[in-house]
């Protein structure tokens, strides 16, 4: 019954550092998206996935990195840490339209 | 580019109030429209509609879309706490299956 596992639950970073955040499903979704919520903005695409080793990007892509190499996972890489990456950010997985979310992670750049 | 609006950004009501959503949207080659609620956490699934007319209903929730007008909208009737939420608006095109959110409404039930 895990659904969309999201790890970690909260990260603090200096400027600069690099960090993967991952993203695991159950489901056997093809789709799967990254997305980040910031106050007052909704929810912003970053990259998104219709299978394995095929990876586009969202509306936000730039600063991240994602691979797709099993139907399960999905990792999000920022590669050098920036204060306007602070976000909370969503892992998804789909079937057909409908999103299931993970639970999201609070990222803070110092 | 597309667009979704969502309004009110957030209302304040009392336990067994009536409360509806409004959700407009500019988008090239819609597909769907969905309604998310976001409580503490992941947002979850509420409806998808894809047909003007038709209402979608569960329990005191309930959503139509109007495609000649571009906009939806979400009731809520007979509202209790648990409804207190981030209700999101979503679009879908037939594009690549992004989906496009709105900026949500913050809807905070009083006792």
């Given at each position: 019954?895990?659904?969309?596992?999201?790890t970690?639950?909260?990260?603090?970073?200096?400027?600069?550092?690099?960090?993967?955040?991952?993203c695991?499903?159950?489901?056997?979704?093809?789709?799967?998206?990254?997305?980040?919520?910031?106050?007052?903005?909704?929810?912003?695409?970053?990259?998104?996935?219709?299978?394995?080793?095929?990876?586009?990007?969202?509306?936000?892509?730039?600063?991240?990195?994602?691979?797709?190499?099993?139907?399960?996972?999905?990792?999000?890489?920022?590669?050098?840490?920036?204060?306007?990456?602070?976000?909370?950010?969503?892992?998804?997985?789909?079937?057909?339209?409908?999103?299931?979310?993970?639970?999201?992670t609070?990222?803070?750049?110092? | 580019?597309?667009?979704?609006?969502?309004?009110?950004?957030?209302?304040?009501?009392?336990?067994?109030?009536?409360?509806?959503l409004?959700?407009?949207?500019?988008?090239?080659?819609?597909?769907?429209?969905?309604?998310?609620?976001?409580?503490?956490?992941a947002?979850?699934?509420?409806?998808?509609?894809?047909?003007s007319?038709?209402?979608?209903?569960?329990?005191?929730?309930?959503?139509?879309?109007?495609?000649?007008?571009?906009?939806?909208?979400?009731?809520?009737?007979?509202?209790?706490?648990?409804?207190?939420a981030?209700?999101?608006?979503?679009?879908?095109?037939?594009?690549?299956?992004?989906?496009?959110?709105?900026?949500?409404?913050?809807?905070?039930?009083?006792?």
């Amino acid at each position: 019954n895990a659904g969309v596992t999201q790890t970690p639950k909260f990260q603090v970073l200096k400027t600069g550092q690099s960090m993967t955040l991952q993203c695991a499903q159950d489901m056997n979704h093809e789709y799967m998206s990254w997305y980040r919520q910031d106050p007052g903005m909704g929810l912003r695409l970053i990259h998104y996935s219709v299978g394995a080793g095929i990876t586009d990007q969202g509306e936000v892509p730039n600063g991240y990195n994602v691979s797709r190499s099993t139907t399960e996972d999905f990792p999000l890489r920022l590669l050098s840490a920036a204060p306007s990456q602070t976000s909370v950010y969503f892992c998804a997985s789909s079937y057909r339209q409908k999103l299931f979310f993970g639970s999201g992670t609070q990222l803070s750049v110092l | 580019e597309d667009k979704v609006v969502q309004s009110p950004l957030s209302l304040v009501v009392h336990e067994g109030d009536t409360v509806t959503l409004n959700c407009s949207y500019e988008v090239t080659n819609f597909r769907s429209l969905l309604w998310y609620k976001q409580e503490k956490k992941a947002p979850t699934f509420l409806f998808m509609l894809t047909s003007s007319g038709i209402e979608k209903k569960s329990g005191r929730l309930s959503s139509i879309l109007d495609k000649k007008e571009l906009f939806s909208i979400l009731n809520i009737t007979a509202t209790q706490t648990g409804d207190s939420a981030v209700y999101l608006c979503a679009v879908e095109t037939t594009n690549d299956y992004k989906l496009s959110f709105g900026a949500g409404t913050t809807v905070t039930v009083r006792a």
